[in-house]
Structures are given as C-alpha cells and as structure tokens.
C-alpha cells in the first residue's frame, strides 16, 4: 500500500531513531506504579484504580483473543469521552491492535462510512450513539459492544458470543488466585508500527485516515513528560474536557496524564461554558487543556463585565496601583479555572487576540500551542515563561519546522515540518498521501506562518481560505475575524468573498442584545459602526464592504473552529 514516498517519509533519520521505552511500556509503567491510586473517574460517577484498568484490559485483551482478533487487526471505539472509552483504547494498543476512534458527534451515516472504510473488526460504542447506528449499515463487522457494561449489542460471530459468555469464567481459570502486577504481559510496539486511524473527516468522499504510528505518540508523550510533566506533582487532578477522539484531547488530556500517573476526570456529558466552570470548581485541574472557544466564554462572560468597568480602567491607568490591580483581576481568573493549573494550554485554533493580550497583560499563565492530527498532534509548544502574543510556541522536541518563504521572519510562507511525529500516511488514500509528505519526508501543513529569529512560530491562516483582493493582495480571513470578534454584541464571525468584495456574516450575542432591549434594526445599526471601526484598523485592499447578521452559531468542527467551507 505504502510508495517509495511513504517509506522515505517512515524511515527518515529522526523517525528512525529508536525510542528508549516502547510506548506501551509507559503506560505499563504507570499502572505498576499507581497500581491503588484512582484513575479514571466519570464526572460525578464511578471511579477506576490503575488496578482495576489493568483488570479491565485483562478481560478485554482475553475477549480478543478468544475471538479471534489479530496484531493488526482494526478496533473502532465511538462514544463521549469516559472511564470505558479509555480502557478500551488502551486494551487495544497493548494488544497489538490497531485503534480507530470516531468522534461521537459524527452522524449514523459518517460513523458507518469510517467503520467500512477501515474494515473494523470489533466497534465498541457508547450509550447515545448506541441508540444511532445500524449494523446493517456496516455488513463486515463481526460485532458491537456496548462499552458502559461490555455486553455484546450484535455478534455476527460464534466464539465472539461463546468468549463474552464464558469472560469472567476464562479470566477466573486464567488467575484463579488474584490478578498482580506481575501477570502484566503486553505487546512491545515498534516505532514505525501502525497504532492507530484517526479520520479527520466522517464522509465517504472526503476521507482522510490519518496512520499514526507508536512513534509519534510516543514523540508528543515524550515531550509533555518532559516539559509539563517536570511542573506538575505526581498523582494530581487533571480534567478530560476535549474529545478524545480527537488528537488533541487524546495525547494531551488523556494519555499524556494517564502515564504521568494522574487522576483524570472524565466530562462524559454536553460541555457547556456553566458544566465546565462548575467542574473547574469541583476538580481544580492542575493543567488546563483547551480549544479558545472555552476560554473566551469564560472571559467574556464571566471576567469582562467585572474588569471593564469605567473605575478598573481607571485603576489600570494609575501606576501606583496597576500592578495590584491587575493581580486581584489575575486571581479571580484563576480562581474561575479552579485555582491549581500550573498553566492553561490553548490549541486547536487560534486564542483571539484581545483575550491573549488580556491575559498576557494581567500575568496570567496561558500559553498557545500548534499541532495537526497528522503530528498527533504536537508540532510548536512553549511553556507559559516563554509564551510570546500572537505566537504558537516553538518546534517541540523531536521535529523541524520551517517557513517556506524567501523571508520566513516578514513574508509568511506554508509552515512545513518533520520528525518522529509525523504519520505514515493516509489510509488507502496514496495520492491525498503524496500531496503533503514530500520526498525529503517533509509534512506540508497547508497553514501561512512566519517565524522569528528565536524560532516562535506565528500562524497567519490556511492557504485554502486565503482571499484575493482586486488588486491582487492576500488577504487572511482569519486576522479580520479576530478584531471583528472583539467588537461591541459580537458572539463570532466569518469573513467570506462575494465577487470583488469582502462580506462578514456575523452571529450577534442575541442574550446580551436581548437583555439591552436591542431590536434588529438596532443590531444592524451596531454592526454598520463596527464595520466602519473595523475597515479604519484594516488596509484599504481588504476593507469589508458589509456585515451580514448570521441567526444561527456556526456549524463548527469537534475542536471548535468554523466549517468554512459551508459557508462559501
């Protein structure tokens, strides 16, 4: 399946190098270690030890094999972020199994689609989506386990159904005294081994399977022991917000902790801005990982209306009592994110400027990161101490990056990258394949950035949502998004082309327009003065020539940003 392309991509010399530990020994590692310590928690649920975890992936490890899964094999796992989902991914990758998470937030349809298209052996799905799917959709699985109890919901297999029968009678005759750590016994990864599929998209035409292999989950587990791990205490409490089918959940709030030895708390239910806030209360997570979209509610809605009083400001203005001023506004952030993170990480999209230059200004402990699913996901971090506005961090341990532009400082050119993190490849999809891994096994982003002289990374926007003025200019969307969002009744934003002009659709914050008494003439003539604001911050070329009021939120991706393409 793989070309002389993917192979030199796989065996290039930094994704050669050979791990100390295999993955999986990490996470035997911490099993042993934290073997009666809690684990994994359903968010005011039940609670699993790291013994009970490697009790679980014994019994599912015994399943497979009795029922005739294979090292290589294709486990799909589809449900909300909890205790089971976790156990189940990690009984697949100790296996020797090779995971497919899908996001539960895709439709029946799409969840078939990546089922059938990975040729899924086994699914194992939550409660909701439980109730969505239809097997009959998916003819070569053999079956489909529920995974709040592991009970089979479709066997199209006798020794499947004979082996979850008879389950707890094998494991009691396999250990007929007690389970120990010593009768840990699980597969030894190879680097360039295959670990998982994650698709970046549920539809049939537009499937995209990205291969990770162990490496570059141990390249991002590597990293963050090393450099978030050496600023938190062992055993604390972390928080899994993010889905964990997604890459950036899964590495960074999931296994990432997990290995560490840390209690992880699972959000299992619909993370509204009140949960999440209750929950930072609740948990007091000692690292917060998050997409931008969370942060800014909490800022907007529950910090703003505190600090932009006519007397803050002029506090802040006074230079006596700045500095005191603006510690009192940085406690009461941390005190709404529970008051122990060591730092909150921004990734998935972009942190809007006037809320990073607000919490820059006031010392508060936030930092950007940059990643694709296609690095899993880590490609530039920094550390809060060395976060600098409007950066994304610098290139992590393990990979290169550079700026495709004759001036990467000034002129921003498509960021590229290599390294341990990069994956094999698309799935049966060699030509999507050979379209961003080149022959020097340079991973090509599809994102404009710039760099510094100290190797800061600055992210511009994606080249396929560049526009083109009249006068021939590049235009980022993205850069005019970010001051339009910050602007009076402003919930979000799209700037999108019409002919030779520039049109913003805007989604008002209908619930603080509403509180004011604002009718829709009121709203057009707010956004009719933030559109002249706007165009007198912007160069001519890419001036907006209207603002649109956009009822709906914007249909959006599972890490938060819009889906641009189905607004065009």
């Known amino acids: 399946m793989c070309n002389k392309r993917i192979t030199f991509a796989q065996n290039f010399e930094i994704c050669a190098m050979q791990t100390p530990d295999s993955f999986n020994s990490y996470i035997k590692r911490s099993i042993i ?29 015994i399943l497979f094999e009795n029922c005739g899964v294979q090292q290589g094999d294709k486990i799909a796992i589809c449900g909300r972020n909890s205790a089971h989902w976790a156990v189940t991914f990690l009984a697949t990758l100790t296996y020797g199994a090779v995971a497919v998470p899908i996001l539960h937030e895709f439709n029946a349809e799409q969840i078939h689609n990546i089922v059938n298209h990975s040729e899924a052996k086994l699914l194992f799905v939550g409660d909701v989506v439980a109730t ?166 909490i800022i907007r809605k529950r910090v703003f209306p505190q600090t932009q009083s006519n007397a803050v400001k002029l506090l802040l203005q006074m230079p006596v009592v700045n500095k005191k001023v603006k510690q009192r506004i940085c406690d009461e952030v941390y005190k709404a994110m ?119 990374v600055f992210i511009r926007g994606r080249i396929k949502n560049m526009l083109l003025s009249a006068n021939g200019q590049n235009v980022y969307p993205e850069e005019i998004e970010d001051k339009l969002n910050s602007m009076t009744l402003v919930s979000e934003s799209l700037v999108v082309q019409q002919g030779d002009k520039f049109v913003a659709l805007v989604h008002p914050d209908y619930d603080e327009a509403k509180a004011m008494g604002f009718t829709e003439d009121d709203l057009n003539h707010i956004m009719e003065q933030n559109r002249q604001e706007l165009n007198s911050v912007l160069p001519a070329y890419s001036h907006i020539s209207a603002i649109k009021l956009h009822e709906e939120e914007f249909a959006k991706t599972p890490k938060k940003s819009i889906k641009r393409y189905l607004y065009k």
């Open 338 to 456: 529970g008051g122990n993170a060591y730092e909150v990480v921004i990734g998935g999209a972009a942190l809007n400027q006037e809320i990073e230059q607000f919490l820059y200004d006031i010392h508060f402990p936030v930092t950007v990161g940059y990643g694709t699913t296609e690095c899993a996901p880590l490609i530039t971090f920094s550390d809060y101490q060395d976060f600098v506005p409007g950066s994304c961090g610098t290139p992590v341990d393990h990979m290169e990056v550079k700026i495709l532009s004759r001036d990467p400082a000034n002129v921003a050119g498509e960021i590229v990258t290599r390294g341990m993190n990069v994956m094999l490849g698309y799935y049966k999809n060699e030509e999507a394949t050979r379209q961003v891994l080149d022959a020097d096994g340079w991973y090509h982003t599809g994102d404009l950035g710039t760099m510094s002289a100290d190797g800061h």
């Open 33 to 61: 270690d934290n073997w009666h310590l809690d684990a994994l928690t359903d968010y005011k649920g039940t609670t699993l030890q790291y013994h009970d975890v490697a009790r679980k992936i014994e019994k599912i490890h």
């Open 132 to 297: 969505e799917i239809d097997a009959d959709a998916m003819p070569a699985i053999e079956g489909i386990v529920y995974m709040p109890d592991f009970s089979l919901m479709l066997s199209r297999s006798e020794t499947l159904t004979y082996a979850r029968e008879h389950l707890n009678q094998m494991f009691g005759s396999k250990y007929p005294n007690v389970f120990t750590k010593e009768h840990i016994s699980w597969h030894e990864d190879k680097p360039d081994e295959l670990a998982l599929i994650n698709y970046t998209s549920g539809t049939t035409g537009f499937s995209k399977g990205v291969m990770l292999p162990y490496r570059a989950l141990w390249g991002n587990l590597d990293f963050c022991m090393n450099h978030l791990g050496v600023h938190l205490k062992k055993n604390c409490d972390t928080l899994s917000i993010l889905p964990m089918a997604h890459m950036y959940g899964m590495a960074i709030e999931f296994i990432f902790p997990f290995c560490f030895g840390s209690h992880l708390f699972f959000l299992n239910r619909l993370p509204s801005p009140a949960i999440i806030a209750q929950a930072f209360t609740d948990i007091k997570p000692a690292v917060i990982i998050a997409v931008p979209l969370i942060i800014e509610k």
